[in-house]
T-cell receptor, first 114, second 116 residues
Framework: DQQVKQNSPSLSVQEGRISILNCDYT??????FLWYKKYPAEGPTFLIS?????DKNEDGRFTVFLNKSAKHLSLHIVPSQPGDSAVYFC?????????????FGTGTLLAVQP | ETGVTQTPRHLVMGMTNKKSLKCEQH?????MYWYKQSAKKPLELMFV???????ENNSVPSRFSPECPNSSHLFLHLHTLQPEDSALYLC???????????????FGPGTRLTVT
């Protein structure tokens, strides 16, 4: 069973508007959450993260919100730009024991229309 | 070369072949990872190496055999694969395996493997 879920496989947004990508998780032991971005023919790259003890983290046009009671996080991009078109992966950190792991979602393809 | 490189970028192999995937990181990192991404599935962690020592084998079948001769190089040896092993295989590295180092992983572009 998937511990990190991205239920929207794709999202289309107009340039200049807000993009909201959503992610749900099931494991309350996750201590850190991250978003990665992937362009075609490239590997994923780290975008932004949030600790489980916070509810918001902002970096320029990107803001991640965490709702622990709902086990839900979201990534807001505002204003959206055509260069933001990519697949966005939500990931959660499972820390402890011999190995620390990132658990990824299936990704959401964002298309920003000019 | 900079970042994380992977070769080959594409590989087609028969079920009886033996091949190897290569990953090299030029970042001075100490931890390296193999992930598998199948269609419409999340990235699945396969193996973790920390300072050349394997610390995780995520129930991967023995037809996949990793090798980490030093902290900069990681191989995935493949033999007698099945068609369902066709996927994108991604290598990644991180400064270390402790928090917060392992949160930010640097990925290579991947090897697209097709097993016929």
């Amino acid at each position: 069973d998937q511990q990190v879920k991205q239920n929207s496989p794709s999202l289309s947004v107009q340039e200049g508007r807000i993009s909201i990508l959503n992610c749900d998780y099931t494991n309350s032991m996750f201590d850190y959450f991250l978003w990665y971005k992937k362009y075609p023919a490239e590997g994923p790259t780290f975008l932004i993260s949030i600790s489980s003890i916070k509810d918001k983290n902002e970096d320029g046009r990107f803001t991640v919100f965490l709702n622990k009671s709902a086990k839900h996080l979201s990534l807001h991009i505002v204003p959206s730009q055509p260069g933001d078109s990519a697949v966005y992966f939500c990931a959660a950190s499972l820390y402890g024991g011999a190995t620390n792991k990132l658990i990824f979602g299936t990704g959401t393809l964002l298309a920003v229309q000019p | 070369e900079t970042g994380v490189t992977q070769t080959p970028r594409h590989l087609v192999m028969g079920m009886t072949n033996k091949k190897s995937l290569k990953c090299e990181q030029h970042l001075g990192h100490n931890a390296m990872y193999w992930y598998k991404q199948s269609a419409k599935k999340p990235l699945e962690l396969m193996f973790v190496y920390n300072f050349k020592e394997q610390t995780e084998n995520n129930s991967v079948p023995s037809r996949f055999s990793p090798e980490c001769p030093n902290s900069s190089h990681l191989f995935l040896h493949l033999h007698t694969l099945q068609p369902e092993d066709s996927a994108l295989y991604l290598c990644a590295s991180s400064q270390g395996q402790q928090a917060p180092d392992f949160y930010e992983q640097y990925f290579g572009p991947g090897t697209r493997l097709t097993v016929t």
